[in-house]
Each structure stands twice: as C-alpha cells, then as structure tokens.
C-alpha cells in the first residue's frame, strides 16, 4: 500500500472502476468552482451543470477517494440520532423537514439514477430498528410516535426484524429505504457532469480559498481558478480555522465486510438502538453476498485499538449470523457529527457571500450529501428552499449548548499533551512498522520505523490549530484528535480541516 493512502481497503474501492480524471494544468475562469468530489460536490455539480451553468470540481484525490469511498450507504430517512432527539433539538417542525429531506435525497438519487442510466446496484429495501439488550421497548414506541409526527406515517412496529438467524425482539420497519454501490454512481455523476461541458480535476490541491469577486482558488502547483462562487464540501471544511469546527465532532467508525452464502440473509438495512450502534446491510458479490456491518466508533486521535474493535464487530456479527464465513474487507471511516445531528449545509459563516460549505455528515453521508447538492443548487441558483434555516451553518439551537460545551471541553482537554512525556522515550523502542509519539525537547515528534527498519521523523503539531497528533496503526496514519485531521505516514494531508502537510524533521 503506498505511503499517502490508508491502509484498509473498503468494499468499494476494492471493486469500483475509478473514472479517469486530469490534473489542472493552466489557470481556468469558471461560473461555480466545487472543493471536494464526493457525494455532496459531485452531485450539486450535476445539478448546476443540469441548469447551464458552468462548473470546476477540483480534488486533491480522485472522484470518491475520500470518505464516500468508505460510507457502507445506507441511504435512509430513519435518523441515526433518531427522531426523539430531533423533534427536542429542532422542533416538530424541524423534525418534519428532516424526514421530508432525506426522502426527497433517495428520491433524488433514484431519479438521477434513471435519468443517467448508471447501473450501480441501486435497490431499494425495507430498513429495520430493533433493539440492543439494554433498551427497553419504550424506546421503540417512543421513536415510532416521533416518526409518525415527522411524517413517516408508514414506519410500523413489527414483532421482530426478517433474520432467521437470532431474534431481534420488536423492531420499527421503515419502508421505502434503498442502497446503492457508491463509486459506481458517483462514476455516472462524473460522465454526466462532463458530459454538460463540466470538468472535473483530480490530483489537484486546493491550497488558498478565498471569497470574493471573483473567488480565488489557489492550488499547489500553481494554476488558479477564479470564479462567482465557492463551494467548499471537503467532508470538514479546510478554509475554515474555527467557525463550524466548534459545532461537530470527528469520529471513527468501523467496518467488516464478511462473505455469507447468496440469499441466506433477508436483503433489508438493520440498525440496533446501542452507543454506539450497529448497521448491517448486504451487497451482492459474484455467487454469494457480503454483509456489511459496522460500528464500534470513537472520537477521532482518541483511541488506538482499531484490531481489537475490529474483532468486536466480528464476534457481535457471527453471534447473530452464524451463516458468516470469512472477512473479506475491513475498513475505517470517519463521520463528523454536529452537536445538534443535522448538517450543515449553506453560506459559510463569517466569510464573503459567495462562499459555501457542505459537511456534518452525522453518519448520513449519501443522503446529507444528495440534501447538499438539492440546497446549494437553489441557493447559487436564486431560489427559496424551505429547508435553509434548517441546515443553515449559522444556525444556533440552545437546546444543543450542552452537547456543544462538552465536545468542547474535550477538544481543549488535548492540548494537554504538550506537557506530557511521549508514548516512547527513544526511537530504539519501535518495532518495524511503528509509530509513536517522542518528546525531543519542548517539540514533539511523530515518529515512525518503517518495515526496512528506516526512521521517520516529522512535527507532531497539526498546522490546523496546533494539537497534538497520535499514531493510529490501524490505519498506519497520523491522526489529530481535536478536529479530526489525518495525515499519511509521510505527513501528507488527506483528511482536513487541516490544508497543510505535517512538517518534516
């Protein structure tokens, strides 16, 4: 595996055909230029290119290569922090919105689908919420009723999810949920754009955004793109120091892609109510199918015992599935989650007018992002959408101060480790394929030995806002557990909100 990507692979990268993409090669003048070429920019430039208007997406990867390569997609308008909790955090009125959105995003992406004609395993299935064993079945009527306030009047209590294998006791059946092969579908998004006289560039880093008029955005190799509006939808903002990083918290999550025999699992998505929860759904592959199943999350730079999560997911899966057979993939993933479990999608705070942003994905990244790309198309378009005040990134909701003061107080708890000793003295401690954090001085120092026994050495500061990084050897990645960053073995950034390499040493 290369030294600038992560270690796992997903089930999709595995098995999707990367569209080819050009570097930008000379500086270019456009109508709406698009940071970030997952779900959320991909699909708002197809939207605009649909209307006429002309659009550059630039990635400093290629289309899909960052955390909507790693999403299992799930594409579902049963909430993850469930419907009680939006109707207390946003209303009745909020939590209608909500319900009403992410259906008009499955409904979205399955017109486009038709609309195209990409053929990328789009079904559509029956989603089930059942209980972990610590719930009671309160929490199911509870949800049910708030489901039912939100508009979802079809969601119904059934006696038990379709698994012949164990018993999930009561269950909530949401009907009309759908999944989908990512990779494929944003493949179909990328020809469609082109198609509409869009372009799209990949391996090209985004290394100044400005608002403005024009917007300015500067790249690392030198060609400039100017044009009327921004679009920044990089999974966490990277034009941004503090503005919306205060608002959502970075976690990972973690995946298992175990092979079971064709058919011997009813096709549905399932969702158990733990903290964290678990999700399971199925892809067909060849002559049997994989489940998928993931969970297990913690704050991101918080933890190191992704092995030991992993082996979790595998015992919680074969438990319920005695039918699995070997693990086929296992992959990480991150998920930013706001404080109050929307997104937030719209004109970036404290910033020019014709800067916009697109991120909190609150582990709905395939629907938030399609919410995105139907948002930001009426809003550079000119036109009134009833769910702006909802995902605004202005937005304040007092209910969700409390949750907004604990992430917080978390995130300053880790400038702690400026002051600590580090997780090794000297680098004669590393094994071949380490890494740790060293103290050298007042610095710290990311340190790691690589399987030829050679040392590397870079600043452990990450340039977003000076945390702290720790080793995740998982993922055989740096990775800032204040704001999320993740950097490669070599330092390079691929996961904001930091723009900048690690330093070397």
Known sequence: MKDDSQASTSLWMATADTPSQSRLKESIR?????????????????????????????????????????????????????????????????SRLTAESHTAAIEKINQIISTEKIDCDFEWVDGFLFLAPEHSVDLLDDELAASHRAGLTGVEKVPRAPIDSFNTGAALRFPRQAQFHPLKYLDGLVKAIMRDDGRVFAQTHATKIEGGSPARIETSHGPVVTSDIVVVATNTPVNDRVAIHTKQAPYVTYVIGVRVPKDSVTRALY???????????????????????????????????????????????????????????????????????????????????????????????????????????????????????????SRIRLKSLPEYASENINVAGQYADYVTAGDIKSESELRPGEGAIMRDGVSKIAVHRDENGNVHKLSAVCPHLGCIVAWNSTEQTWDCPCHGSRFSLSGRVYQGPANSDLSSV
């Open 30 to 94: 456009t109508d709406v230029c698009i940071i970030g070429a997952g779900i959320a920019g991909l699909t708002t430039a197809y939207l605009l290119g649909r209307e006429g208007r002309s659009v550059v997406v630039l990635d400093d990867g290629l289309s899909g290569g960052g955390m909507t390569g790693r999403t299992t997609a799930h594409l579902t308008n049963a909430f993850d922090d469930r419907y009680v909790e939006i109707e207390k955090l946003h209303g009745e009125e909020g």
């Open 271 to 393: 969702w158990d109510t733990g903290d964290p929860y678990h999700y399971v759904r199925l892809q067909r592959e060849d002559d049997h199918d994989v489940l998928i199943v993931g969970g297990e999350d913690h704050k991101t730079g918080q933890a190191n015992d992704g092995n030991e999560r992993f082996a979790r997911l595998e015992q919680w899966t074969r438990q319920r599935f005695p039918q699995s057979l070997e693990i086929a993939y296992r992959w990480s993933g991150q998920v930013m989650e706001p404080v109050d479990g929307l997104a937030f999608i719209g004109r970036n705070p404290l910033d020019e007018d014709n800067v916009y942003i697109a991120t909190g994905d609150s582990g709905q990244g395939m629907t938030h992002g399609t919410i995105a790309g139907m948002l930001l198309s009426d809003l550079i378009q000119g036109r009134k959408n009833r769910w702006e005040d909802l995902y605004s990134p």
